[in-house]
Structures are given as C-alpha cells and as structure tokens.
C-alpha cells in the first residue's frame, strides 16, 4: 500500500512520466559512462568527467525545443565546454588564478545569456565544467582524459535524447500565437457581423471574446517557460515578441468597436475591412508552421485603401455636421488593421520569409536588416546599465562563486568542488528566493550525509557500491525531484557518496566532508544573496517601468507637437522607447522566476509592456496618415489635442512617480467613447474642412486609446493579483 500510494503520488507530480523518462536516460548514460571508464578502461580521472559531465548537461542545462533540437545544442556547446575545462585545469595551480578564472568565468558565461535563452539553460552546466577542472590537482597531463569523458558523456547524452524515450513535445510559442490568431480572427468576424445586422449577430460574440482573450493570455511570456520564450536577440524572437504585442493591441480595438456598435445596421465598409483583418489574422498565424506559405498582405491592403478613400476629403467649410462618428468608428478599424498588419509582417519575420520595402515601412521592422550578432551585441550593450536586472544577477553569482572558490582552496578543503556547487544551488535573483533555498539544502544534506556516513560504515566494498549506483542515479535525478528539494539535496548527497566510495578510500569521512562543504557553500550563497542587490527583479523592474514610461510620455507629446506643426517628427524619442523597452522587457522575464512580497501592491506588468508597443505603433501608423503640420492651421484643435496630451502625460508621470516609490498616482485617465470624443470635438467643427476633421478624429482617439491603456496597469490580473507564489 505504501509504494502503492508513494508510485500514485510521483506520477500525479509528474504528467506523461517527463521526469522519470529522463531520469531514465541519464541513469543509463551515466552508468555506461561510468562503468567503461573507471572499470572497462581503468581510469578514475575519465570516469569522474564523465559522470558529471553527463549530470551537468543533462540535468543542470536546461534546453529548449524538442528531442532533436537539444541534441544539436549539446553536440555544438562541445567547444565552449572544451574551453572550459582547458582553462580550468590550467588555472588549478593556484587558488587566486582559479577564483580569479571563476569570477570572469562565472559573469561571461551567466551574462552571455541576455541575447539567447539557449546559452542561459546551459549557464548552469558550462560554470560547472570550469568550476570541476579549476581545483586540485594540478594534473596538465590529465587534459586529455578529461576532455574524453566530457565528450563521450555529451555525445552519448545528446544520442540518448534523440533515441531513447523522447519527452513530449509541448506547445510551442509559435502555436499559442497561432492560436491567438485564430480566436482573433473569430471575434472580429464576429464583431463585423454585429455592425452590419446587430439584432440577429452576436449571439455568440461574449464567448469568442472570451477564448479570444484567453488564447491572448497564453502569450503572455510571463506564462511560458523560460527556455521556449522569444527572448532571444535575434530577429525571429523580436518578431515573435511583436506579433504578440499586435495580437494584444488588435484585440483591445477590436474590442472597443464592438462596444461602439450603433444600435442600427451600418453600411460602410469597417465591417468589410474587419473581415479582411479577420482572413489575414488567421493565415498569418497558420504562416507560423513549419512549412506553411507566407502571409500576403494584398488584400489587406486593398481593403485599407478603400476604408481611406471613403473619408470625407477636400477643403472648404462644411455646411452639415461630419459624421464623427462613422469617423471615430473608420479610425478605429484602420487603427486595428495598423496591428493586423504589424503582425502580418512580423509572422513573415518569424517565418524567415524576405522583408520587402513595402513591408518595412514601420521602423518595428529596421532591426531585419542587421545580421545576428549585430542584434546581440545591441541587446549586449542595453544591458550594460546600472538598472539592468541580468546585469546585476551575473555579477552577484561571479562574485558569490569567486568567494566560494578562494575559500575552499584557503581552507584546502579535499572536496571543494562541492562548496561552489552548493553556492550556485542555494543562490538566486532575490534574497528571499534565496533564503528560502537554504532550509532544503542543509536538512537535506545532514540527511544524506547521515544515510551516507552510517552506509560506510558497515560496508566497505567498491563492488556493493558499483552495484547500487544505478538506483541511486535513478532516485537522485528523478525521485528526489518529484519528492521536493529536501529529497532532492539528500539523495543527491548519498549518490556523491556512492561515486566517489568507488574512487578513492575515504571512508565515512566523505559525508562529513559533504556536510561541511555544503554548509560553507550555503553560507556564502546566502551572504551573496542579502549583500547585493537583494530586492531582485522586482525592484528593478520597478525602476525601469518608471523609466520606460517616461520615455513613452515623451514620445507622445512629441508626437502631438509634431501634428500641431511645433516640432520634428519624434523619431529620436521613439527609439528611446526601444532601448527601454528591452530593460523592462528582461526585468520583467527574471521577476516571474521570483517570490513576490504579497503586502506591496501589485500591477498589471503585462500592460506597462503593452503601453510601449502602443505607442510606438500607434504613432508611426497615425503619422503615416496624418503627416507632420497636418493641424497647424487649427489652433482650436491645437489647444485640445495639447489639453489632452498634458493631461495623458501627467498621468504617464504620475503612474511612473508611483510605481518607482510606491506613491499614490491618483486617478487614471478615464477611457472615451466615440460618443465622448464627438461631445468634445462637437464645437470645433464649424468652419473646418473634412480633411482636417479627419486629422483631428484620428489622433484624439489614439490619445484616448493610450489613457485607456493606461487605467489597466493598476489592474492586476488574476495570476499576478496571487504574487506568482509557487
């Protein structure tokens, strides 16, 4: 009854046995590993790299992608780890060369990761290849036998996860977004159906709204695992992270015309363009699969032309009133068909399809055209800043690791090894995650080095240990992992005794020596953790929110002023929005892999993001039709458009002034209606020609479109209202 009970509660820990299935794989490739080198060939230095080279690679890294996918990435990370143990083994011959090795080390290979979430899941492994090779003894001669355990350890682990029992492969973030799409496209069928018969269509509308909205939070990147986000620097991962963005801002429209539907059926062609968004969306997003044809954008676009050909145009006084709001109502769908197309372009991006001229005609685009590593060292540079949430996590682990590293070789600890192993578990982004790493990591190390010690003391023969390795191996890598981090410290402590009882006569003093290493370790983590930067993400994600929307007041007042004909086109403050957005953007990655204090007030981060992305497309689309000087020659208009954007930007530095010191922002902006934007543009239009309406129609509902935005940061989602507690 009891394995009974203890089989039902592994596997409802572990759906699809993912776990155990590696588990399994390592176990095997490990005991092969092991047993060839240390019993088939004799040699205890290749059997020792082997083993922990496959721990490291295969339980330590953490890869994206599918079975294959992971593969390749461990057979072409073989140079780096090569590298790495070279120089390790080469800087052994003094603790201050190795701890000084391990701080650049250390930070070179943690901060790497800012331009691909590959190099960050395998951050973990490539540190403790240096960490293994840089302690006693100083053995040059050794260099090539660990080089060989190494790449025979990989080789076969790589081979083993192509082969062997491959995991499932989960949903990728190309399939959420495509099925974003398709919820998308449903709503705005939807939505074009209630314009044009409004008593008989929508009878479903709430609840394709709803899977709508919910198929666009499973985008959220704050939802997806950290090693399939589109965080990488690269132009694909930029692109999936914009489609995103569109995907999020096509619905808050499409959202927005439907509240604004007319009680009566309409004839005008909104509801034709909102079906040709709809048909664009879905193939778009069908585009993202491997294989599929990409997305044309020429219906789209002929569908714009004649939505924009419609507006009243011309010159003159207006004997009758404009029909304000069909315009607010034209707009709004134009604006919805800007996202559409954003997406569209960017699915071609993600696709790898060529970025023609007429495509590129929003600056969203301009970073195609660069190679790779340019892109990553843009992204490389940006996170050089003193706000820099990864910054300041790559320093913290150099240093704390560099600490460890000079402490066990002052000490001459046999074992030292274990100490920073025990560093780079214990220590994390805040020091409240790290605090709470500590009680696992000690109980379960006095527990396994207890089992241990009592073991070796009754027995005494390598071959009983040679023959529970395996099970050990199982228990370690995947049990304990189902079991809970006191399981997972102690079983892991025994298996390190079983291994290292084949290589060496230590006796029960291996336990205690585990012990001691271990707690040393977990004690400059935790000093590590509280002396720098102990806040975490979270602070940081505060600062650079605040920032970020500063730079996106800017930005909108620049933009305004340049309709009005009194600046330049803002060109230079839209591209600051772009390198704060890559800040907030990796602040707000590393704050969902922390703990959240549940007494500070919590905020919609996901639409502080989105903010910045309404910006930066919403002006380019709004200047692209409404150029620079446009409403010069109104100054009624020019003094309500800049009433408007003064008070927005109050609101910008008010909410930025509360998120960065946690004062009181007072009351948001609150969001317009068409029927509202026609009361306040009703007395300008006597005397105006069409042209001019059109003008003002368009950038007062952009403006009411970012307060809108705006009153839905301080409106936590549910997930976030919860702290992320895990």
Request: hydrophobic share 50%; net charge positive.
């Amino acid at each position: 009854m009891l394995g009974t009970s203890l089989l039902g509660r592994l596997r409802r820990r572990d759906p699809g046995d993912v776990i155990l299935r590696r588990a399994a794989r390592l176990t095997l490739v490990a005991s092969v590993v092991f047993f060839g080198c240390r019993y088939g060939a004799g040699n205890s230095t290749l059997a020792t790299y082997g083993l922990f080279g496959t721990i490291a690679a295969g339980s330590f890294a953490k890869l994206p992608g599918p079975a294959p996918q992971r593969a390749r990435i461990l057979v072409l990370s073989l140079p780096v780890v090569w590298a790495l143990i070279a120089v390790g083994s080469l800087l052994a011959w003094s603790t201050w060369a190795a701890a000084g090795g391990m701080l650049v080390v250390g930070f070179v290979v943690a901060f790497a990761g800012v331009g691909n979430p590959r190099l960050v899941g395998l951050a973990s492994a490539f540190q403790l290849f240096y960490i293994l090779a840089s302690f006693p003894p100083y053995q040059p001669g050794t260099l090539p036998a660990r080089l060989g355990g190494v790449t025979l350890a990989v080789v076969l682990l790589a081979a083993a996860e192509a082969v062997l029992w491959p995991d499932p492969v989960p949903v990728s973030y190309r399939q959420r977004l495509a099925a974003a799409a398709d919820g998308l496209a449903a709503f705005l069928n939807d939505t074009a159906a209630t314009l044009t018969d409004p008593h008989t269509a929508g009878a479903d509308r709430d609840t394709r709204r709803a899977r709508a909205y919910d198929a666009m939070a499973a985008i959220e990147l704050g939802r997806t695992p950290a090693t399939w986000a589109p965080t990488a620097a690269g132009a694909q991962d930029r692109a999936l992270r914009i489609c995103a963005a569109a995907l999020r801002e096509a619905l808050v429209e499409a959202d927005r015309l439907a509240a604004d539907a007319p009680p009566e059926p309409i004839g005008d062609l909104a509801a034709r363009l909102l079906r040709s968004c709809a048909e664009t969306t879905r193939v778009a997003g069908r585009s993202l699969s491997p294989g599929a044809p990409a997305v044309t954008l020429a219906d789209l676009d002929v569908a714009v032309g004649r939505v924009e050909a419609a507006y009243p145009v011309g010159a003159g006084s207006v004997r009758d009133t404009p029909d304000v709001q069909r315009l607010c109502r034209d707009a709004t769908a134009l604006a919805l068909a800007d996202q559409v197309r954003v997406f569209a372009v960017g699915c071609r991006v993600a696709a790898g399809a060529r970025l023609d001229e007429p495509h590129a005609s929003s600056g969203l685009f301009e970073y195609a055209r660069h190679s790779p590593w340019t892109l990553y060292w843009w992204q490389f540079r940006s996170h050089l800043a003193p706000r820099s949430a990864h910054l300041h996590s790559s320093l913290r682990l150099a240093v704390a690791l560099a600490i460890a590293r000079v402490a066990a070789g002052v000490l001459q600890l046999n074992h030292g090894f274990w100490v920073l192993l025990a560093t780079l578990t214990v220590l994390r982004t805040s020091a409240a995650d790290t605090r709470t790493e500590l009680r696992p990591a000690v109980l379960g190390t006095i527990i396994g080095a207890v089992v241990s010690g009592g073991v070796m003391l009754v027995v005494d023969e390598p071959i009983v240990y040679a023959v529970v390795l395996p099970i050990t191996l199982l228990l370690a890598l995947g049990v304990g992992r189902l079991l809970g981090p006191v399981w997972q410290q102690a079983l892991f402590t025994v298996l390190l005794t079983v291994v290292f009882a084949q290589l060496g006569p230590e006796g029960w003093r291996l336990a205690e020596a585990r012990l001691v290493d271990v707690l040393l370790g977990t004690v400059i983590g935790v000093l590590a953790g509280v002396a720098m930067w102990p806040r975490g993400a979270g602070h940081d994600l505060r600062h650079n929110a605040a920032r970020y929307l500063a730079v996106n007041a800017d930005a909108v007042d620049q933009t305004v002023q340049a309709v009005l004909g009194a600046a330049p086109p803002p060109d230079a403050a839209l591209d600051r929005v772009r390198r704060r957005m890559v800040l907030v953007d990796a602040s707000y990655w590393q704050y969902h892999s922390e703990r959240h204090d549940p007494r500070r007030q919590q905020v919609n981060w996901g639409a502080v993001l989105s903010a910045g992305h309404h910006v930066l497309t919403g002006a380019q689309s709004l200047l692209r039709r409404n150029p620079p000087g446009c409403l010069a020659g109104w100054p009624e208009a020019a003094a309500l458009l800049a009433d408007a954007a003064g008070r927005l930007r109050s609101a910008y530095d008010a909410l930025a002034d509360e998120l960065a010191h946690g004062r009181p922002a007072g009351p948001a902006p609150v969001s317009m209606t068409c029927v509202d934007q026609l009361d306040r543009i009703r007395p300008l239009l006597r005397g105006a020609d069409l042209q001019s309406v059109r003008h003002l129609v368009e950038v007062d509902r952009w403006l009411a479109g970012l307060a809108d935005s705006l009153t839905h940061i301080q409106r936590p989602t549910a997930d976030e209202s919860a702290g992320h507690r895990r």
